[in-house]
């Protein structure tokens, strides 16, 4: 995000730090101090961003080259078009809470899934939604390194179609 050092910004006397949207993020009497708070948010985000990419970097580095692809290109989709949640992208998400989810016993959520990353107050957001996610939440597009999902045991009388259909899909 950029901000702008504006001058008496609509009226206001001293210099104002003004986000894209023309929120004010801040109004000082010189402009040193305006300068000084714009480096301050930038920084922040840089911040914020590093976060992003060590929490991304952990389970994406563990993901099949295959799978890779599948997240970059979510994500490279959502930076074109904004999150896929919105109506207008026309793409299912099939998001269910953590109350909902019971696949997270076995591992299938988003705390185990690479588009996850945490925010500083401990809750976690997804690169590809707008959605508050939970970590034992989940979706149709979760992307999950080996060795986090456990197989689930099947019953006794399961017919083999439906055995390895489960077991061979990727829980959508
Ligand atoms: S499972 Fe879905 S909602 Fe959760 S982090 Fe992954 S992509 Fe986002």
């Given at each position: 995000?950029?901000?702008?050092?504006?001058?008496?910004?609509?009226?206001?006397?001293?210099?104002?730090?003004?986000?894209?949207?023309?929120?004010?993020?801040?109004?000082?009497?010189?402009?040193?101090?305006?300068?000084?708070?714009?480096?301050?948010?930038?920084?922040?985000?840089?911040?914020?961003?590093?976060?992003?990419?060590?929490?991304?970097?952990?389970?994406?580095?563990?993901l099949p080259a295959a799978e890779k692809k599948f997240?970059d290109?979510?994500?490279?989709?959502?930076?074109?078009?904004?999150?896929?949640?919105?109506?207008?992208?026309?793409?299912?998400?099939?998001?269910?809470?953590?109350?909902?989810?019971?696949?997270?016993?076995?591992?299938?959520?988003?705390?185990?899934?690479?588009?996850?990353?945490?925010?500083?107050?401990?809750?976690?957001?997804?690169?590809?939604?707008?959605?508050?996610?939970?970590?034992?939440?989940?979706?149709?597009?979760?992307?999950?390194?080996?060795?986090?999902?456990?197989?689930?045991?099947?019953?006794?009388?399961?017919?083999?179609?439906?055995?390895?259909?489960?077991?061979?899909?990727?829980?959508?």
């Amino acid at each position: 995000m950029s901000y702008d050092v504006r001058r008496n910004y609509r009226g206001k006397p001293g210099y104002s730090v003004v986000s894209p949207d023309g929120s004010v993020r801040g109004t000082h009497s010189t402009r040193q101090e305006a300068v000084a708070q714009q480096r301050a948010l930038y920084a922040a985000e840089e911040n914020s961003k590093k976060d992003i990419s060590k929490a991304e970097h952990d389970l994406y580095e563990q993901l099949p080259a295959a799978e890779k692809k599948f997240h970059d290109s979510l994500v490279s989709i959502a930076e074109e078009y904004g999150p896929l949640d919105k109506e207008e992208t026309g793409i299912w998400i099939g998001y269910e809470s953590a109350e909902m989810n019971t696949d997270a016993a076995i591992g299938v959520m988003c705390g185990n899934c690479s588009m996850h990353y945490e925010n500083d107050d401990g809750s976690i957001g997804c690169m590809i939604l707008s959605y508050k996610i939970e970590e034992g939440g989940k979706c149709r597009l979760a992307a999950i390194p080996p060795g986090y999902v456990k197989s689930p045991t099947p019953p006794d009388d399961s017919p083999d179609m439906i055995t390895r259909s489960f077991w061979g899909g990727r829980f959508r």
